[in-house]
């Protein structure tokens, strides 16, 4: 089993940036492919962004690419997304989930573990 917690969410002025985390624990995140989703008010979640098990190899939705950047580091089983240039359209709660593969994956059924969730609001 592996517990995912998120932090980093909070409410953010237009342009602003966050950087949210995504801790493991139970075990470590060395064998999974770790991905952002969010989830506006009214909407389906959304995949965001994601990343390889070896952090080689990433991917984006179209709407975050050269604004978001998600980043790990293996040895404190955390994950991040850096998001600069924040947009109203960016306020949702925001998901890390884990994929017990190495490949990368955007669609939700394709992750075994899930967090809780960590609120992103951005102001205009």
């Known amino acids: 089993q592996v517990q995912l917690v998120e932090s980093g969410g909070r409410l953010v002025q237009a342009g602003g940036s966050l950087r949210l985390s995504c801790a493991a624990s139970?075990?470590?995140?060395?064998?999974?492919?770790v991905g952002w989703f969010r989830q506006a008010p009214g909407k389906e979640r959304e995949f965001v962004a994601a990343i390889s098990w070896s952090g080689y190899s990433t991917n984006y939705v179209d709407s975050v690419k050269g604004r978001f950047t998600i980043s790990r580091d293996n040895a404190k089983t955390t994950v991040y997304l850096q998001m600069n240039s924040l947009e109203p359209e960016d306020t949702a709660v925001y998901y890390c989930?884990?994929?017990?593969?190495?490949?990368?994956?955007?669609?939700?059924?394709?992750?075994?573990?899930w967090g809780q969730g960590t609120q992103v609001t951005v102001s205009s």
């Open positions: 989930a884990a994929r017990d593969g190495y490949t990368i994956r955007r669609t939700p059924l394709e992750y075994d573990y």
């Open positions: 139970g075990r470590t995140l060395y064998n999974y492919a």
